[in-house]
C-alpha cells in the first residue's frame, strides 16, 4: 500500500512541476508559489529528486522576481537534496543558477567560481551552457577584462547557444553580444559608458563601425525569433536594438524601439522597465538630448530605487552626472558622481570578497588572491589620498606602520583616511595593512617556501609566535602546514575549458 502512495506522491508532484515550468516565462509568481509548496511536500514524503527540481525551479522564479535571498536559499536546499540522495545528475544546474544569483548580487569572483564548477558536470543541458558561458564573459566584464569576455562569448558562449536551437537562448547571447559591441563602439568614438569608465580600451580596438555593424547582424538573428521568446527577453532584445539604432541610423529610428520594449515590459516586469527607461536615457544622452534623457533616467531610478537594485543604480548615476553637467546643474552632478563612486566602491568590495562559510569552501575552495582586482576596479574613482596611503604601505609592507603615520603621509586627518578606507574597502586602515603584510607572508610561504621565522621578520613582526597567530586568522591554516603543502589556488582569470 506503502509503495502506491509512493507511486502517487510522483505522479502528483510530477504534475506539479509541470505546472509550475509551465507558468515560469509567461508569469513566474505563480510558479514561484507552486515549486515553494512542492519543496516542502516532496522533502516531507522522501522525494528528494522532486524536491531537488522543484527548488531549481522556485530557484529560477524567484531569481526573475529579484527575490535573490530567497532564490539562493532554494539553490542551497537543492544542492543539500542533491547531495543527500547521492546523485549529481542537477548539480551542474544548481551551480548555473548560484552564479547568475551571485552575479545580480555583484560577487564577481564567486559567480565566476560558480560557473566554472558548473561547466564540470554533464548534465548541463544545450539550453543551459550559454547561460554559463554568458555569466562568465560578464564576470570577466565587471573584473575589466573586456577582451576576454569577448573572446569567451565568441568562441563559446554563442556557439553553444546555436547549437541549442532555443530561440530564448539565441535571443539572449545574441543581444547581450550586441550590447558588448556596442559598448566597444562608444569606446573606440570616446562616448563615455558606465561599464569602461576610467579603464585602457583594448589593444585591438577596430574602429566603431566595425562594432556597430557587427552589432546589428547580432541583433538581426534576434528579430527572426523575438516572437518567439518571453516578454523580458523580447525587451531586452528592443533595448539592445534601440541603442545601436541610435549610433547607427540616429535617434529617430530608435525611439520607436525603446516604445515597444517599454510597452511589452508595462507594469508586469518593472525591471525590464527599468532596464529599457535607463538605455532610452542613455541614447538620449548620446544623442545630446539632455532634458528627455534626464526624464527617462529619473523614471528608471524610481524603479530601481524601489527594487534596491544597486547594479542598476549605479549605471543610472552614471548618466544621471552627465545628464546635470550637460544642462548646467552642478549639484545634481556632484550627487549622482557621489552616488556613482559609493556604488562603484561597493561593487569592488562585493565583487572580491569571498565568503569563506563550511558551503562556499566546499564548493568553491579557498579565496584567491585578489588585491589586483580590486585595485583595476576602485582605481578610475579612488581619491587621491587613498592611492597615496596604499603606495606608502606598500612601500613599507616589511615593517610596521601606524594609522597616525599614515594619515600624515597621505596628506589627510586621522578621521579622513579611516572614513577613505571604510568607504571604498569595506575595512578600517588597519585591516588594510595587515592584510597586505599577510599576502606577502603567504607568497613567501608558498613560492620561496622560507622558514616561518625568516618570513615574519621579513614582513616586520618581531615575534614569529604573533606572527602565527595572525596568519591562522587570517587563512584558517597555520603558517608551518602553509609552507609544508601546496596550496590550491583558483585562477579568477584563466579562460575556461
Known amino acids: 500500500m506503502r509503495q502506491v502512495s509512493r507511486q502517487e506522491d510522483a505522479i502528483r508532484f510530477q504534475a506539479m512541476l509541470c505546472e509550475a515550468g509551465a507558468a515560469l516565462h509567461v508569469n513566474p509568481r505563480p510558479a514561484a508559489v507552486v515549486a515553494n509548496a512542492l519543496v516542502r511536500e516532496a522533502e516531507a514524503a522522501g522525494h528528494l529528486d522532486c524536491a531537488a527540481e522543484a527548488a531549481l525551479l522556485g530557484a529560477e522564479a524567484y531569481r526573475k522576481l529579484n527575490a535573490t535571498d530567497t532564490a539562493q536559499r532554494l539553490v542551497g536546499k537543492a544542492l543539500s537534496f542533491l ?18 544569483l551571485l552575479l545580480s548580487e555583484d560577487r564577481i569572483a564567486l559567480a565566476l567560481a560558480a560557473a566554472r564548477r558548473a561547466l564540470l558536470f554533464p548534465d548541463l543541458s544545450d539550453a543551459e551552457r550559454p547561460y554559463v558561458y554568458g555569466t562568465i564573459a560578464m564576470c570577466y566584464g565587471h573584473l575589466y577584462h573586456l577582451e576576454l569576455a569577448y ?21 539572449a547571447c545574441n543581444s547581450r553580444m550586441a550590447g558588448l559591441l556596442h559598448l566597444y563602439a562608444c569606446m573606440a568614438m570616446g562616448i563615455p559608458q558606465n561599464s569602461s569608465f576610467g579603464i585602457q580600451p583594448p589593444s585591438s580596438l577596430c574602429d566603431a563601425t566595425t562594432y556597430l555593424q557587427q552589432a546589428r547582424k547580432h541583433l538581426q538573428v534576434c528579430a527572426s525569433l523575438v516572437t518567439n521568446v518571453s516578454p523580458v527577453e523580447r525587451c531586452w532584445y528592443f533595448a539592445m536594438n534601440g541603442i545601436v539604432t541610435a549610433s547607427t541610423e540616429g535617434l529617430s529610428s530608435a525611439i520607436p524601439l525603446f516604445e515597444a520594449g517599454l510597452a511589452i515590459a508595462g507594469t508586469a516586469f ?28 529619473q523614471q528608471a531610478e524610481a524603479l530601481a530605487s524601489v527594487m534596491n537594485d544597486e547594479s542598476a543604480l549605479r549605471m543610472i548615476n552614471f548618466e544621471l552626472s552627465i545628464v546635470y553637467r550637460a544642462l548646467g546643474q552642478s549639484q545634481g552632478a556632484i550627487d549622482a558622481m557621489s552616488a556613482y563612486a559609493r556604488l562603484h566602491a561597493r561593487k569592488t568590495l562585493l565583487a572580491t570578497t569571498w565568503c569563506n562559510d563550511p558551503m ?7 579565496e584567491p588572491d585578489l588585491d589586483s582586482v580590486r585595485t583595476a576596479m576602485l582605481e578610475p574613482i579612488e581619491p587621491p589620498a587613498l592611492k597615496r596611503a596604499d603606495k606608502y604601505i606598500e612601500c613599507n609592507v616589511t615593517r610596521r606602520v601606524v594609522i597616525a603615520e599614515l594619515a600624515r603621509n597621505a596628506g589627510v586627518s586621522v578621521r579622513k583616511l ?6 571604498y574597502r569595506g575595512v578600517p586602515a588597519s585591516e588594510v595593512i595587515r592584510e597586505r603584510r599577510m599576502q606577502m607572508a603567504r607568497q613567501l610561504l608558498n613560492q620561496q617556501q622560507l622558514p616561518v621565522a625568516i618570513v615574519a621578520d621579513r614582513i616586520g613582526y618581531s615575534s ?27 585562477d579568477v582569470f584563466a579562460t575556461p575549458n
Do not use: W
Open 270 to 297: 518593472p525591471r525590464a522597465r527599468m532596464q529599457a527607461l535607463a538605455h532610452y536615457g542613455m541614447a538620449l544622452r548620446v544623442a545630446e538630448k539632455h532634458q528627455e534623457a534626464l526624464k527617462q533616467l
Open 360 to 366: 562556499t569552501r566546499h564548493y568553491y575552495g579557498e
Open 418 to 423: 579611516q572614513q577613505l578606507y571604510q568607504q
Open 464 to 490: 614569529a609566535a604573533n606572527f602565527s597567530r595572525d596568519y591562522r586568522q587570517r587563512f584558517g591554516m597555520t603558517a608551518s602546514s602553509a609552507r609544508r603543502s601546496v596550496v590550491r589556488k583558483i
Open 83 to 100: 547531495e543527500r540522495n547521492g546523485r549529481t545528475g542537477r548539480f551542474g544546474c544548481a551551480h548555473k543558477l548560484q552564479s547568475m
Open 151 to 171: 573572446r569567451v562569448m565568441v568562441e563559446q558562449a554563442l556557439p553553444s547557444a546555436d547549437k541549442s536551437q532555443n530561440a530564448e537562448v539565441i535571443c
